[in-house]
């Protein structure tokens, strides 16, 4: 069975239409933080696309005008500067920004899918170092469902291949949040069975990708080179 690999990133940048700006007056510091977007996100991504060959699916704006990682009922699916548009305004802030995308990367998986081949679709992200007073304790994550087996057997084989290669490197699964929780691999795995579809969230820790280069360059690289090992192993 082929495989192919879908690269995601739905943080990618904290761009605001110019229709919704004056929303976002007084809220230029959120935007700016972990809450408008995912640092680093989209350039790994971007590395994961080019050396993978892999269809790049992404959006720049700004998760505090709709959440794109969660589904449509969800409580944080608008954020305090949305949520008081009227139903018909936050309905069309779905249409016009929700719904293209997830359309576009259902349809990436699904074209493979039919295709009769197999899909490894990596969602790249970044969590901020310190949530509520609380430090987080990884520098990489990896997000799956424990249920599927091929994501289990692929993730615990991602981190073998970065253990072996940088020891150092604080790898952990399923944290700092968990890959069942609601999200977009969630609602695919809904579409698509577990022989077909394996969905992995990659969470990078923002001390990188804000700190410095060089060490945030190797880390991607470090990241490419091994994701390649642990597809050969498991796919």
């Known amino acids: 069975m082929t495989l192919a690999v879908v690269i995601s990133c739905e943080h990618g940048g904290n761009r605001i239409p110019a229709a919704y700006r ?21 350039a790994l991504a971007r ?19 709709v959440e794109l990682n969660r589904s449509r009922r969800h409580p944080a699916v608008f954020s305090e500067m ?18 293209p995308y997830r359309i576009w990367l259902e349809e990436h998986v699904r074209s493979a899918v ?7 679709h990596l969602s790249s992200h970044s969590f901020t170092p310190r949530l509520n007073g609380v430090a987080r304790q990884a520098d990489v994550g990896l997000l799956y469902d424990p249920r599927r087996a091929a994501e289990l057997r692929f993730c615990r084989a991602w981190q073998r291949e970065l253990a ?53 360059r190797d880390l991607r690289g470090l990241l490419v080179s091994t994701v390649t090992k642990a597809m050969s192993a498991v796919f």
């Open 22 to 42: 004056p929303l976002f007056r007084r809220h230029r510091a959120a935007l700016e933080s972990h809450r408008g977007f995912d640092p680093g996100a989209l």
């Open 47 to 65: 590395d994961f696309a080019k050396a993978l060959n892999a269809e790049l699916v992404y959006s720049t704006t700004s998760r505090l005008l």
């Open 82 to 99: 949305t949520k008081p548009l009227s139903a018909p305004e936050r309905e069309s802030l779905l249409e016009r920004y929700y719904t």
């Open 114 to 120: 039919d295709r009769g081949g197999r899909v490894l």
């Open 164 to 216: 072996a290669a940088q020891p150092q490197l604080r790898v952990r699964r399923n944290y700092p949040y968990r890959g069942y929780a609601d999200g977009l691999t969630t609602h695919l795995r809904r579409l698509f069975p577990g022989d077909r579809y394996a969905g992995i969230e990659v969470e990078v820790n923002q001390r990188f990708p804000l700190g410095d280069a060089h060490a945030w």
